[in-house]
């Protein structure tokens, strides 16, 4: 079974690296990961389906910003943790509250992630 604290690591590493790190990123994830962001939307098999999704993501922004805010849950092997996201595009910054829920190996990486969140919460910002 995986460590509490490796999946904590994992986690704070994701938010990091999303910025732009994306090979770093993408290694956070075990292979045949899957990806459902926002949940209901087409869930992303795979390394590269994840990294399809990730340059998708931020071909919509300037720059992308995850920070944790609040406590990460673990139990087993999933993971569910608040962050926000800020959306900078130009002059304009725009942020979001997120929910993410997370599956991991036995080696803290990434198997299966779920993010809660809509565009309907994306509010302007203080840049």
Same mark, same amino acid.
């Given at each position: ?37 926002? #949940? @209901? ?6 390394? !590269? /389906?994840?990294?399809?999704?990730? $340059?998708?993501?931020? *071909?919509? %922004? ?12 673990? #139990? @087993? ?6 962050? !926000? /996201?800020?959306?900078?595009?130009? $002059?304009?910054?725009? *942020?979001? %509250? ?13 198997? @299966? ?6 565009? !309907? ?7």
């Amino acid at each position: 079974m995986v460590d509490a604290d490796a999946i904590r690591v994992t986690i704070g590493t994701y938010c990091e690296r999303y910025t732009d790190d994306r090979d770093g990123w993408l290694a956070l994830f075990a292979d045949g990961a899957t990806v459902e962001d926002p #949940v @209901g939307s087409d869930l992303h098999v795979g390394k !590269d /389906a994840i990294g399809a999704f990730w $340059d998708m993501s931020h *071909g919509l %922004a300037d720059r992308v910003t995850l920070t944790p805010s609040g406590y990460v849950t673990v #139990v @087993g092997n999933e993971a569910a943790f608040a962050m !926000d /996201a800020r959306m900078e595009m130009g $002059d304009s910054v725009s *942020g979001m %509250a997120i929910i993410d829920v997370m599956t991991f190996d036995d080696d803290a990486r990434i198997t @299966g992630q779920r993010a809660f969140w809509s565009f !309907d919460d994306l509010k302007p910002v203080e840049p």
